[in-house]
């Protein structure tokens, strides 16, 4: 045989491995069969989806998350319907108004609008510097956001001609309730804490929260009594206008993310799936409570017999509330 043929024999039996294992990976690979995507994305709640906030109007529940979801449900809860706003920020607070309008702020600085059917939403760009944080609705129809850089921006009365306040000092407002036509509480980093007696024309500092604490969560029965929650778990209560503060004992350590009335009793929501209920001067966890490892982040009242809670990888669930461990 000559030296050629030898050579080209060689280089057959080279190729030849490479070139079956080519022909059996193509005779092994099925069809790809996209059946279970497409049925994932035809549900209304997707496994990945990530709730950051929820409000109602008495007739419809929002809830917003990331990439711009918006899920809206008619009969509390039971089905959704899914909207996706044409933005890829994430929308991290929802409000409604009186009037049943609803408005929701995203990361890229837009307030997104919607009347009372939750279906078209109508977007307006904020003209700050400043990162929003949580939004809510005054008694005369004003939504209010609460941003960085110690910043309240409002609207009017139509929810036109957003207005910016600003206390001067280098930090977030994180939360803001409004308990009549004239009174509100804003609660903020390093433990600052403000009050209006004047719908907002102006706003007064209180007495700091002790140890700079941050409250990631507020909520205030009256002008002089109130709860802030953050980190570790952590639960602070006064009953004289924050004068003073009491650490609240509690089951777990895990961060709370909210705090939710419904009638006479509190509830708090957190990480690693925590639902606690204030018995007496204790939080004890609610024992029908989803399972996750993700968090909750919110829960919505349904009469004095249920809460909606929401949070990660799309939770959605109804919990059973009972009528003992009422807030003291």
């Known amino acids: 045989m000559s030296n050629h043929h030898r050579t080209e024999q060689r280089n057959r039996w080279r190729y030849t491995p490479w070139l079956l ?3 059996l990976i193509s005779g092994c690979e099925a069809p790809l069969d996209l059946t279970l995507v497409e049925r994932e994305i035809q ?10 906030a929820a409000a109602s109007n008495h007739r419809r529940i929002i809830a917003v998350g990331d990439y711009g979801t918006v899920l809206t449900s008619l009969d509390k809860g039971e089905t959704w319907q899914r909207t996706q706003l044409p933005t890829n920020s994430s929308l991290v607070a929802v409000a409604s108004c009186e009037d049943g309008s609803f408005a929701a702020i995203d990361t890229v600085r837009k307030v997104w609008i919607s009347d009372a059917n939750g279906s078209e939403w109508q977007a307006t760009q904020l003209e700050t510097l400043e990162s929003p944080m949580a939004v809510t609705c005054d008694p005369r129809g004003r939504f209010w956001i609460t941003a960085s850089f110690s910043t309240l921006i409002h609207s009017d009365e139509t929810q036109a001609n957003w207005q910016e306040i600003s206390q001067q000092e280098d930090m977030q407002f994180t939360s803001i309730q409004w308990l009549d036509r004239d009174n509100g509480v804003v609660t903020g980093e390093f433990g600052s804490l403000y009050f209006t007696h004047d ?5 007064e500092r209180g007495n700091d929260i002790p140890n700079e604490f941050y409250p990631m969560a507020a909520w205030f029965r009256s002008l002089d009594e109130g709860w ?21 004992a509690s089951v777990s350590k895990a961060p709370i993310y909210n705090l939710i009335p419904q009638g006479d009793r509190l509830y708090a929501t957190g990480d690693n799936g925590t639902l606690l ?29 249920r809460l909606l809670v929401m949070g990660g990888r799309g939770t959605i669930s109804p919990i059973a509330t009972p009528a003992e461990g009422a807030v003291q």
Request: aromatic share 10%.
């Open 21 to 23: 294992l080519a022909l």
């Open 43 to 52: 549900k209304p709640i997707y496994r990945f989806d990530q709730l950051k």
């Open 199 to 203: 719908g907002g024309e102006s706003w």
């Open 228 to 248: 802030v929650a953050g980190l570790s778990g952590t639960i602070l209560h006064t009953k004289d206008r924050g004068e003073t503060w009491h650490r609240q």
């Open 277 to 305: 209920q204030l018995q007496g001067d204790r939080w004890q966890r609610v024992p029908d409570a989803p399972r996750l490892f993700s968090y909750l982040i919110t829960a919505i009242p349904q009469g004095d017999e």
